[in-house]
């Protein structure tokens, strides 16, 4: 049986973690960064990427997925609107829920 005491905890936890999150929103709403070009042109490119067909229910880690995809798209319409080439890289003021998404990601 699931305890329900410490799921009431995770809750005002996820709550405290959010109010956080409000802060730092407001003290780095983007953070500059420099990726290679070759990752910068493929998130680009899952920006411009149409997806065709419906969906169906999602299992836990087909949710993650598509989640991640989607926060690359919003990382490479970023780049597309903002994003600066210099040479082999390209410059750009990410925000900072997007570099975190991609952080969590590589973990």
Not at 37 to 45: I, Y
Not at 51 to 69: F, I, Q
Request: proline fraction near 2%; avoid cysteine; hydrophobic fraction near 45%.
């Amino acid at each position: 049986m699931v305890d329900q005491e410490q799921y009431a905890r995770y809750r005002d936890d996820s709550k405290v973690l959010a109010a956080i999150g409000e802060h730092v929103a407001a003290q780095a709403a983007r953070v500059t960064m420099r990726l290679p070009r070759a990752v910068a042109e493929a998130a680009v490119d899952a920006w411009e990427r149409d997806e065709l067909g419906g969906r169906g229910p999602d299992s836990h880690e087909e949710y993650l997925l598509r989640d991640r995809a989607a926060e690359l798209a919003f990382v490479g319409l970023a780049i597309s609107e903002r994003g600066r080439w210099e040479g082999e890289e390209v410059v750009i003021d990410l925000d900072v829920a997007s570099a975190g998404a991609a952080l969590r990601a590589s973990q």
